[in-house]
């Protein structure tokens, strides 16, 4: 959509990318020309926007559907239309009113879970204008209790209660909070150990404690950390599930709110009832083969469930499984055509020191080299192996988080036997981080760890035998195709660069690593030739090492083909670690730079250019501003 043409310029030297693509796409209404104008604006650097002529009957048919509306109109219209659609909090859309001058951008209704303070500050910080917002938490600058639930993944229970536990909040700047699950607070909230003295309850447990001394108007949040496994006869219906599930749950003094998930086995994946029960409260639904749920140790066999399946049982394995804990919280519970199991899940910290039914393996990206750079789920992740294995480079980055720990580490070459090392140490029941620097599905581990556990799995199918010497020592029954493995992401050497550099990678790019120890250097030099000849900005791992110091060179030879000298390149070593060096050449000078394997280079496109020491490549937007 093209630009209004007499309202204030955009302001993209503040926020140079589309950072609304996870806001809903807004539904924006206008009733005049001016309006009009305003409204195509909004809609530019609002990906998904529509734009309509103002009609009360379209706002209601559109209400349900949408989560975002945006009224360029009187307030009032905009009230009187909407006040027969509210609902409540929980569910109403964001909603927001702008004058046709763009003075003010109101966020009226859905402040918090809506999402309508967040977008209005957008639009405003957009427009250089500024936002109305009037909850008490923002005007205060404290926090929102509901936000900070959503965002942490806690489901409110107690809804009457939280007004008057954010009046508090407001009015004492503090509140009091137990906690049985490892959550960030904000600093105005202050952990408490005696759930009776606490104001927010963060726990899966029905009622933590009967007492006639607690706080008034105490709020319950509630993790999703219990994993229900379920079994049932074919054709049960999913309100006996539910009946079913209610009550063991109630019996245990657990709460329904904190169900995360549903297990079960792969043959009752498909059954209506299930279905239906997990489809009404929007449960996921994980299922097993019987041959896995046999894997689990410590089951009791039902013969009658045997015969029908195959598995010696479902809903205890499954939901151990699903939860990857190794104790039931509620084992086996049978009820009419039901049997239900809890487990809380792995993640709440449950699992003991080594497992003794499966192990986890982790492949673990560390980014580029400082500890800031290292996501929340790479530390937590390490923190809890058993056992880091990983290049010794890498592994000397992060000296405290490994600390005490059982480390296999070898040199760069020995990749195939630290993988097989870490397979069949998670086989046996230990939980294993395989590190790499940066991420691990870029040029490192990843791909190494599913074809090791591929072609192990394949033995383990030919053989009927568990995989290795360890495993059979332990009396494993588990193939490598059933082990838990996650690959969590890290910040890769291209992102660091990148940013270092100024934003060389807004548009198409292609990365090519100008290592041939496992690639022919022929199949380089073509992709080069490709990717440099189809106007990619080109990323090269892997630049040089002393064996191959004539590659980095033919590689500028070949892109110098395509592209004239000025085309800026950037340079970063070290990207994020002590004694980092970024440099901003082009392709006549490049040569000349220390260009070593610590080195990521950015070359740049047809239209990269370089302003106050940035190297940028423009997304596009050049001819709106
Ligand atoms: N998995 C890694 C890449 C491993 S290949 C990642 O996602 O980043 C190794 C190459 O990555 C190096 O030769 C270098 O080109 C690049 N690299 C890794 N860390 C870097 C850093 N801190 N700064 C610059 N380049 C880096």
Not at 599 to 609: A, C, E, L, R, Y
């Amino acid at each position: 959509m093209s630009t209004g043409g007499d309202l204030n310029s955009y302001d993209l030297n503040r926020k140079p990318v589309d950072i609304r693509t996870h806001m809903a796409a807004p539904v924006i209404f206008h009733i005049t020309d001016k309006a009009l104008a305003l409204a195509k604006r909004i809609a530019d650097f609002s990906p998904g926007a529509e734009v309509w002529k103002f009609e009360s009957s379209l706002v209601a048919a559109l209400w349900a559907k949408r989560r975002a509306f945006v009224f360029i109109m009187a307030t009032g219209i905009v009230v009187r239309t909407i006040a027969p659609l509210l609902k409540d909090k929980k569910t109403d859309p964001a909603v927001i009113v702008l004058d046709e001058k763009a003075h003010h951008v109101i966020s009226l209704v859905g402040g918090h879970l809506g999402g309508a303070n967040e977008l209005a500050r957008e639009i405003a910080s957009r427009l250089g204008t500024e936002p109305v917002i009037t909850t008490a938490s923002d005007v205060n600058n404290l926090p929102s209790i509901d936000l900070w639930a959503k965002n942490n993944g806690l489901v409110i229970e107690t809804w009457d209660t939280l007004p008057r536990v954010a009046a508090r909040l407001m009015n004492e700047e503090s509140l009091r909070v137990y906690s049985e699950s490892d959550i960030a607070l904000p600093v105005e909230f202050a952990l408490e150990k005696d759930p009776r003295h606490a104001d927010i309850l963060i726990t899966k447990k029905q009622r933590v404690e009967i007492c006639g001394s607690c706080v008034k108007d105490q709020l319950y949040l509630r993790p999703r950390n219990l994993v229900v496994g379920i079994g049932c006869n074919s054709d049960t219906e999913a309100s006996e599930i539910e009946d079913v599930v209610r009550t063991v749950l109630l019996e245990h003094n657990l709460s329904f709110l904190a169900i995360h998930l549903l297990a079960t086995i792969d043959i009752k994946a498909a059954e209506p009832g299930v279905l239906e029960f997990a489809a009404k409260y929007g449960f996921p639904l994980r299922s097993f083969p019987a041959r896995q749920l046999n894997a689990v140790r410590g089951i009791k066999k039902s013969e009658a469930v045997f015969q029908a399946t195959g598995a010696n049982a479902v809903a205890e394995p499954a939901a151990l499984l699903a939860s990857g804990s190794i104790n039931p919280l509620v084992p086996k519970q049978k009820s009419g055509n039901v049997t239900v199991a809890v487990a809380l899940e792995e993640s709440e910290g449950n699992q003991p020191e080594t497992g003794r039914q499966s192990g986890r393996l982790f492949v673990v990206g560390i980014g580029p080299g400082s500890s800031e750079h290292i996501t929340p789920r790479a530390r937590r992740v390490i923190e809890k192996s058993d056992i880091i294995v990983g290049y010794d480079t890498y592994l000397d980055l992060i000296p405290d988080l490994i600390a005490g720990k059982e480390i296999f580490s070898t040199g760069m070459t020995k990749e195939i036997d630290r993988c097989r090392k870490a397979v069949e140490l998670a086989l046996i029941g230990k939980k294993v981080s395989v590190i790499s620097g940066g991420d691990p599905g870029i040029y490192a581990m990843a791909g190494l760890v599913f074809e090791t556990l591929r072609s192990e799995a394949l033995k383990f199918q030919t053989s009927g035998l568990p995989h290795s010497r360890a495993s059979e020592l332990q009396g494993s029954a588990l193939s490598p195709s059933e082990l838990s493995v996650e690959i969590v992401p890290g910040i890769s050497a291209l992102n660091a660069a990148a940013s270092r550099l100024g934003a060389p990678l807004m548009h198409d790019f292609a990365s090519i690593s100008l290592s041939d120890r496992l690639t022919p250097w022929e199949l380089i030099e073509k992709r080069l030739h490709a990717a440099a000849s189809a106007g990619f900005v080109i990323v090269l791992y892997n630049p040089k090492s002393k064996g191959r110091v004539e590659h980095f060179s033919r590689a500028v030879e070949i892109i110098g083909k395509y592209r004239k000298s000025e085309t800026p390149v950037g340079i970063v070593k070290g990207a994020m670690r002590a004694g980092e060096q970024v440099t901003i050449s082009d392709l006549s000078g490049v040569l000349d730079h220390d260009i070593d394997m610590q080195t990521t280079v950015i070359f740049g496109n047809s239209k990269t250019f370089v302003w106050n020491g940035r190297m940028i490549t423009p997304r596009g937007y050049e001819s709106k501003l």
